[in-house]
């Protein structure tokens, strides 16, 4: 073991030697990989921290939590023109059938939203999200409590204008002012501000803390049930569990079908979304730039792997001389191939980690530059690097071949 390791060490070394002694020829010689690699680990970063971003921040729907909807997940205005047709508005009446007859479900929520102006004081902010809402839609969803509380049943129950904003509405109408007890104006109705929520931050570049939660049969008793936008009301479901979650929708989906009197064979007439959807639909959507990137990693990587091989073709032509020496020597077929594939994995592997360092620079960058999250999964690094240096294997053998044919007394002879 101790030979072999020392046999690799040399021609390794010689590698190295050879690309500090050549550095801007090195450098083009391992562009096409340099590039390679860095377009590979760029792709990769970009699509792995999209799809945390998605599930963290637009596909988080709370933990064990669904929602049963007029729309499923749509990905075509074909679909979406049928559904439109054939399925109805989510009302309160659904909410209530399904919070009565859900057997399984620790939680039944539900909430509407609208787009209204707002206004304390001198101060006003136009369209912000008015969420009409349960009282423990605050136990479902993601949203949290910052200072202040929540309102209560009896509040819900009692129809009160009573009011929980999000940061954004808390810090341009109530600048340097504590909001709570305070009274915000929703399209000139005044509503008590009972609490604030936790800073949610954005998502791609769009605040979530530009909202205001009141009761939801207080927000359909001023402004109508049923004007919202195509999807009507949401009623969000909490599972016990995990284990229990696709038992839970089962259910919801039963019971629906039973309440819109569909038949067996008939499509479902009304949406069950949950976290797995969005992040699903997510994967299917960046799933074929991912496809794409690997088509366009795999032409540099040819690109890369032909100027390696070019590379060590003319390096046998110069060392013709020394390879007739080694076997004089009594080096073997099997030596003189290992050296040259050693040779030849080195460089490429030295492009794959020079691309590799390009590509955290980049996502850095880019991290740094804009809201797009980057993150880079050490895996992807040593798949990068190795297959790196697979191509300097593949690509190399053909030179390193060439060099284990020669004949010694015709090698000996080279100038």
């Known amino acids: 073991m101790g030979k072999r390791r020392l046999f690799l060490r040399e021609p390794a070394l010689i590698a190295l030697e050879s690309l500090w002694a050549h550095k801007l020829r090195s450098f083009l010689t391992l562009l096409g990989v340099i590039i390679a690699v860095t377009a590979l680990i760029g792709v990769i970063s970009a699509v792995n921290g ?3 971003y998605v599930a963290e921040r637009v596909g988080n729907f709370g933990t064990n939590v669904f929602y049963v909807t007029r729309f499923p997940i749509i990905t075509n205005p074909k679909e979406f023109l049928e559904a439109r047709r054939h399925n109805r508005k989510m009302n309160l009446d659904d909410f209530e059938y399904l919070r009565d007859h859900m057997t399984l479900a620790e939680q039944v929520g539900a909430q509407d939203w609208r787009l209204k102006d707002a206004r304390a004081g001198n101060n006003a902010l136009e369209d912000v999200t008015l969420r009409g ?4 839609i605050i136990d479902i969803g ?5 200072s202040g509380r929540y309102f209560t049943e009896s509040e819900y129950q009692h129809r009160l204008l009573v009011a929980f904003i999000g940061t954004d509405v808390a810090e341009r109408l109530f600048s340097q002012v504590d909001p709570v007890g305070k009274t915000v104006g929703i399209n000139g109705v005044p509503f008590e501000i009972v609490g604030v929520a936790e800073k949610v931050g954005s998502a791609f570049g769009q605040s979530q803390d530009n909202f205001i939660y009141v009761p ?7 402004w109508g049930e049923g004007q919202a936008d195509e999807s009507g009301v ?3 479901v909490k599972c016990a569990s995990l284990a229990t979650m696709e038992q839970t929708k089962d259910q919801a989906r039963a019971l629906m079908r039973a309440r819109r009197h569909q038949e067996y064979a008939q499509e479902d007439a009304f949406g069950i979304i949950s976290s797995e959807s969005v992040t699903s639909l997510w994967d299917q959507i960046f799933g074929g730039l991912a496809n794409a990137s690997v088509g366009i990693v795999s032409v540099f990587l040819v690109i890369g792997g032909v100027v390696i091989m070019n590379i060590m073709l003319a390096s046998v032509t110069e060392r013709t001389h020394e390879i007739g020496i080694r076997k004089s020597l009594g080096a073997r077929r099997r030596d003189i191939l290992m050296q040259f594939l050693v040779e030849s994995s080195v460089m490429a592997a030295v492009g794959g980690l020079l691309g590799v360092l390009g590509a955290l620079g980049v996502t850095q960058l880019v991290a740094w530059a804009t809201e797009m999250p980057m993150r880079t999964p050490l895996p992807a690094v040593a798949l990068a690097i190795g297959v790196s240096t697979a191509v300097g294997l593949f690509f190399g053998l053909w030179p390193a071949v060439r060099a284990a044919r020669l004949d010694p007394v ?3 002879r080279a100038e």
């Not at 809402?133 to 423990?136: D, G, I, K, V």
């Open 50 to 52: 999209l799809n945390s």
């Open 133 to 136: 809402a349960t009282p423990n």
């Open 142 to 146: 993601t949203i949290k409590v910052g």
């Open 216 to 222: 939801l049969i207080t927000l359909h008793k001023i």
């Open 234 to 236: 949401w009623v969000g």
């Open 410 to 412: 015709v090698a000996l």
